[in-house]
């Protein structure tokens, strides 16, 4: 792997212990993945952000690179936390959990990087050109700006996307290169609803059919909310990083598909996907917002929501988005507050919600993939419309 | 004996190796405050941790970083190959990390230096000998030969024709003699060779040099070096106790 003198000399601990260590990390990233140097980025998304998912292994580690006067070279933004860092109590949360969430929040922001919490940065406070070098962590995030946006970054994980923000540089490999970002099958789907839901169940059966690689959709112009649930649920029923949609997506036009595996994706296909997600029918929990509602979701939810009454006490309802988009919707907001609480820098599978319920109803195709893993919850997997029909 | 590896995070530490065969996933593998195993017994602190690849939550990156703040983190790591996740927690924590280097060839309890920067794992105590072993085929049969069962190295199985290299001897020159003395066969330059394959036995690693030679009509006459012969199908080798590797040479040569 080449490196300049600089980098070089950043390596040997000329400019510091912090730098040091970013560029150790880099070039041990880059070395087992057959990167043959670093490139510059415009931009660094990181998470490992929740206490929850950290722990205080996470927690000492940055806290050690805070006070080593470790900074963030490049815009810089966060993932979704533990809670709302304002309206925690109406989650559950303890103080002790607070305590510890906020300190994380806060040596981030010691860092210099942006504390907007969010899976969804791309819709307003980080937003990478086509072609930019980034290095972004968060998969749904992540895959959402190399498809759609046509930016590049690898799947990287909290640390080393931290590294790279504090060095400005990542390593060289990957969906970096041209020749990794080529379709390697494509995915011809047919009668799609016009409706994000739809893309969420088609996200879920393509990474059930392929698992990884490049697909190249036919039949298909997501919409940004589209890509957004599209992006999510290939990342986790799958790896996806990365896909293209014909006549759609930057790249798509680049690329001569003749010759690739057809693999067809249609209303069967993508209900044997809502059912491999379904684990339980009555909800304690209905959560909505993963990844993080946009305003269009929101004004959405609102007019399905007006007029309506919430006679089901029992189950309580979270709606999870950016602070940012929370402070752009408020009439939406007046309204989705009379059925629960519109949260702002968390969601249901970061929030340690496993010690609170034990069904949780979702829309999203990626929570009903972590939930059961991460939070221990039974899923409720159906449209926003079906699943708040519960409490009219 | 040591092994070039490739460098994964700097630093040197020796300590006594704790060797699993199987994939590990710190977050839940350990416990990162005592530093306890959780998938058998044993403790990482202060030992060097050889395993085949991380696998599991990128959680397992703090873990490591845990270990290290309560003083419980494995002197350096080992891996057959390195994955994201313990890469990012060796270099974050300081552990000295290598991979790339045959893991099966470390024992539990072996003393192990470790250099991150280098990539080079050193096993001090453990010496490294020579060998050549021939594959005899004449028929599409294998010449294999069963071992005394007081030999002194893997007695009682089945081996194929082999034996120390000597001081000023080359391997192939070794092969050749330990043909004449162990079957009385004469042969003559190997149809094949292979870069040579490391086995363990005891404190030992035996660098085996593996020849090929074909011969017509081959009727051997053993000395006292060996109880039997019997020439064997290469698909039927592993069915019979071999030396550790012998299936695998065969196979490298003949293609079963």
């Given at each position: 792997m080449y490196l300049t003198k600089d980098e070089q000399a950043v390596l040997d601990g000329e400019k510091g212990p912090g730098a040091q260590k970013a560029m150790e990390l880099v070039t041990a990233l880059g070395k087992i993945y057959g990167a043959d140097g670093l490139v510059p980025i415009t931009s660094a998304h990181l998470s490992g952000a929740s206490y929850k998912t950290i722990g205080d292994g996470g927690l000492k580690y940055l806290e050690d690179l805070a006070a080593g006067g470790a900074k963030v070279t490049v815009p810089s933004t966060l993932n979704p936390v533990g809670m709302d860092r304002t309206r925690w109590r109406e989650m559950h949360i303890n103080e002790h959990f607070a305590e510890k969430q906020l300190r994380i929040i806060g040596l981030y922001g010691q860092m210099g990087v942006q504390e907007t919490c969010s899976c969804t940065p791309y819709l307003g406070a980080n937003v990478p050109k086509c072609g930019d070098h980034v290095a972004w962590a968060e998969s749904s995030a992540l895959s959402f700006v190399n498809s759609y946006i046509g930016a590049r970054t690898n799947r990287e994980g909290g640390p080393g996307a931290l590294a790279a923000a504090i060095l400005g540089k990542t390593a060289n490999y990957g969906l970096h290169l041209d020749r990794n970002r080529r379709p390697t099958v494509v995915i011809d789907a047919s009668e799609m609803e016009d409706s994000v839901f739809d893309y969420s169940l088609l996200g879920q059966a393509v990474g059930m059919a392929v698992g990884g690689g490049v697909p190249y959709f036919t039949g298909i112009r997501p919409g940004v909310d589209e890509a957004k649930a599209l992006?999510?649920?290939?990342?986790?029923?799958?790896?996806?990083?990365?896909?293209?949609?014909?006549?759609?997506?930057?790249?798509?036009?680049?690329?001569?598909?003749?010759?690739?595996?057809?693999?067809?994706?249609?209303?069967?296909?993508?209900?044997?996907?809502?059912?491999?997600?379904?684990?339980?029918?009555?909800?304690?929990?209905?959560?909505?917002?993963?990844?993080?509602?946009?305003?269009?979701?929101?004004?959405?939810?609102?007019?399905?929501?007006?007029?309506?009454?919430?006679?089901?006490?029992?189950?309580?309802?979270?709606?999870c988005t950016s602070a940012a988009v929370r402070a752009q919707c408020p009439d939406a907001v007046k309204e989705m507050e009379r059925f629960g609480p519109v949260l702002a820098d968390t969601c249901m599978v970061v929030a340690p919600i496993e010690g609170m319920f034990q069904r949780t109803a979702t829309n999203s195709a990626k929570a009903g993939n972590y939930l059961p893993t991460l939070c221990s919850q039974k899923v409720v997997f159906g449209e926003t419309a079906d699943l708040l029909k519960v409490v009219e | 004996m040591i092994m070039h590896g490739r460098a994964i995070a700097p630093g040197t530490a020796e300590g006594e190796a704790l060797v699993l065969d199987e994939p590990f996933s710190f977050l839940g593998g350990a416990d990162g405050a005592t530093g306890d195993l959780h998938v058998r017994t044993g403790n990482l602190a202060g030992k060097v941790f050889v395993f085949p690849k991380g696998k599991g939550s990128t959680v397992g990156s703090f873990v490591m970083y845990d270990l290290k703040?309560?003083?419980?983190?494995?002197?350096?790591?080992?891996?057959?190959?390195?994955?994201?996740?313990?890469?990012?927690?060796?270099?974050?924590?300081?552990?000295?990390?290598?991979?790339?280097?045959?893991?099966?060839?470390?024992?539990?309890?072996?003393?192990?230096?470790?250099?991150?920067?280098?990539?080079?794992?050193?096993?001090?105590?453990?010496?490294?000998?020579?060998?050549?072993?021939?594959?005899?085929?004449?028929?599409?049969?294998?010449?294999?030969?069963?071992?005394?069962?007081?030999?002194?190295?893997?007695?009682?199985?089945?081996?194929?024709?082999?034996?120390?290299?000597?001081?000023?001897?080359?391997?192939?020159?070794?092969?050749?003699?330990?043909?004449?003395?162990?079957?009385?066969?004469?042969?003559?330059?190997?149809?094949?060779?292979?870069?040579?394959?490391?086995v363990r036995e005891g404190n030992t690693v035996w660098r085996v040099w593996p020849f090929l030679f074909r011969a017509e009509q081959a009727k051997p006459v053993l000395n006292r070096e060996n109880t039997a012969f019997q020439w064997v199908a290469p698909a039927e080798v592993s069915e019979r106790p071999t030396v550790a590797k012998v299936p695998d040479i065969i196979k490298l040569f003949i293609g079963q």
């Amino acid at each position: 792997m080449y490196l300049t003198k600089d980098e070089q000399a950043v390596l040997d601990g000329e400019k510091g212990p912090g730098a040091q260590k970013a560029m150790e990390l880099v070039t041990a990233l880059g070395k087992i993945y057959g990167a043959d140097g670093l490139v510059p980025i415009t931009s660094a998304h990181l998470s490992g952000a929740s206490y929850k998912t950290i722990g205080d292994g996470g927690l000492k580690y940055l806290e050690d690179l805070a006070a080593g006067g470790a900074k963030v070279t490049v815009p810089s933004t966060l993932n979704p936390v533990g809670m709302d860092r304002t309206r925690w109590r109406e989650m559950h949360i303890n103080e002790h959990f607070a305590e510890k969430q906020l300190r994380i929040i806060g040596l981030y922001g010691q860092m210099g990087v942006q504390e907007t919490c969010s899976c969804t940065p791309y819709l307003g406070a980080n937003v990478p050109k086509c072609g930019d070098h980034v290095a972004w962590a968060e998969s749904s995030a992540l895959s959402f700006v190399n498809s759609y946006i046509g930016a590049r970054t690898n799947r990287e994980g909290g640390p080393g996307a931290l590294a790279a923000a504090i060095l400005g540089k990542t390593a060289n490999y990957g969906l970096h290169l041209d020749r990794n970002r080529r379709p390697t099958v494509v995915i011809d789907a047919s009668e799609m609803e016009d409706s994000v839901f739809d893309y969420s169940l088609l996200g879920q059966a393509v990474g059930m059919a392929v698992g990884g690689g490049v697909p190249y959709f036919t039949g298909i112009r997501p919409g940004v909310d589209e890509a957004k649930a599209l992006s999510a649920a290939m990342a986790a029923a799958g790896s996806v990083a990365l896909w293209h949609a014909e006549g759609c997506t930057p790249e798509a036009a680049k690329y001569d598909v003749s010759g690739l595996e057809h693999v067809p994706i249609g209303p069967a296909e993508r209900q044997k996907a809502k059912e491999k997600l379904n684990t339980a029918d009555e909800p304690q929990l209905i959560a909505i917002g993963c990844p993080h509602l946009s305003p269009k979701e929101m004004n959405d939810i609102a007019v399905l929501l007006k007029g309506k009454e919430k006679k089901r006490k029992d189950i309580e309802i979270w709606f999870c988005t950016s602070a940012a988009v929370r402070a752009q919707c408020p009439d939406a907001v007046k309204e989705m507050e009379r059925f629960g609480p519109v949260l702002a820098d968390t969601c249901m599978v970061v929030a340690p919600i496993e010690g609170m319920f034990q069904r949780t109803a979702t829309n999203s195709a990626k929570a009903g993939n972590y939930l059961p893993t991460l939070c221990s919850q039974k899923v409720v997997f159906g449209e926003t419309a079906d699943l708040l029909k519960v409490v009219e | 004996m040591i092994m070039h590896g490739r460098a994964i995070a700097p630093g040197t530490a020796e300590g006594e190796a704790l060797v699993l065969d199987e994939p590990f996933s710190f977050l839940g593998g350990a416990d990162g405050a005592t530093g306890d195993l959780h998938v058998r017994t044993g403790n990482l602190a202060g030992k060097v941790f050889v395993f085949p690849k991380g696998k599991g939550s990128t959680v397992g990156s703090f873990v490591m970083y845990d270990l290290k703040v309560h003083g419980k983190a494995p002197a350096a790591v080992v891996n057959q190959t390195a994955e994201t996740i313990v890469t990012t927690g060796a270099v974050i924590a300081s552990i000295p990390m290598a991979d790339q280097v045959d893991v099966s060839l470390i024992r539990e309890g072996d003393r192990v230096i470790v250099d991150g920067k280098r990539g080079y794992v050193e096993l001090p105590d453990v010496q490294v000998l020579d060998s050549a072993s021939s594959v005899i085929l004449t028929a599409g049969k294998v010449l294999m030969l069963c071992r005394p069962p007081a030999a002194r190295s893997f007695p009682g199985v089945w081996s194929l024709v082999s034996g120390r290299v000597e001081r000023g001897e080359t391997p192939e020159e070794t092969a050749r003699r330990e043909i004449k003395e162990e079957t009385g066969l004469t042969v003559g330059f190997p149809d094949a060779v292979l870069p040579p394959v490391l086995v363990r036995e005891g404190n030992t690693v035996w660098r085996v040099w593996p020849f090929l030679f074909r011969a017509e009509q081959a009727k051997p006459v053993l000395n006292r070096e060996n109880t039997a012969f019997q020439w064997v199908a290469p698909a039927e080798v592993s069915e019979r106790p071999t030396v550790a590797k012998v299936p695998d040479i065969i196979k490298l040569f003949i293609g079963q």
